[in-house]
């Protein structure tokens, strides 16, 4: 070390750095990408919005989506919603109709989010409700909503997908409404702009809603019910 130091005194400055660039410049690289991972890590986290509500559109056109009025006045009608830190979500990316490898794909893809409890509610067609229903991907409608909401969506005329769940170990049946009928919603029926800036409609045919039995944003899920049903 007193050798190193001794060398060191008698170089000028751009000497010095050249040395100590030659002898340490591994341990110099190596600082420094652990300070840009560790402050890459603290931007991310700080910067990072929570997602309150995130809703999987599966098998919809708005997979060529550009620009959709679905979600206009619900954030602002969404109590304790905090824009800054937080967001919402309408994710049309699940298509499965898309055929071949690609579309098998996506179908795992979607298997995979409700199991590791990513969606918390979602629209769809009967037959893809009636598909993940199979894997107990939507929780029990009368259950999970407010008596007064239930009772006025059956006023309202909307119909229900019912599901029989046949529990394995006691093979006892329970029929439950899975999910409910929203294509009358207005926001619905607005449909969405395309790439090339025609108006489309989300579905071609009727498409209903369903929440996730786990999802911790169930409250959530209600008030995006609600905005839909009052369009």
Known sequence: MREELDKLKNMDAGHKL?????????YIIAAVVIIIAVTSMIHT????KKVVLKVAMLD????????SSLLDGF????????EEKERIVVDASYNSG?????GFAFMEKIVADYSAGIIDATIAPREDIL?????????????LLPADLYAGIEDMGCDFIFYTYEDP????????????NISGSDAIKAGFTDMEGNIRAFYDTDCYYAISPDTPNTDNCIAF???LLEQ
Do not use: C, N
Request: hydrophobic share 30%; aromatic share 18%; proline share 2%.
């Open 18 to 26: 050249g040395y100590i660039w030659d002898y340490y410049k591994v």
């Open 45 to 48: 986290r700080l910067t990072t």
């Open 60 to 67: 919809s056109q708005a997979y060529y989506a550009s620009d």
């Open 75 to 82: 954030a602002g009608s969404l109590q304790g919603f905090d």
């Open 98 to 102: 898309l055929g071949g490898q690609v």
């Open 131 to 143: 598909k993940y229903a199979e894997h107990q991907a939507y929780g029990d409608l009368k259950q």
């Open 169 to 180: 170990a006691t093979g006892e049946k329970h029929e439950y409404p899975a999910a409910v």
């Open 225 to 227: 019910l609600r905005y």
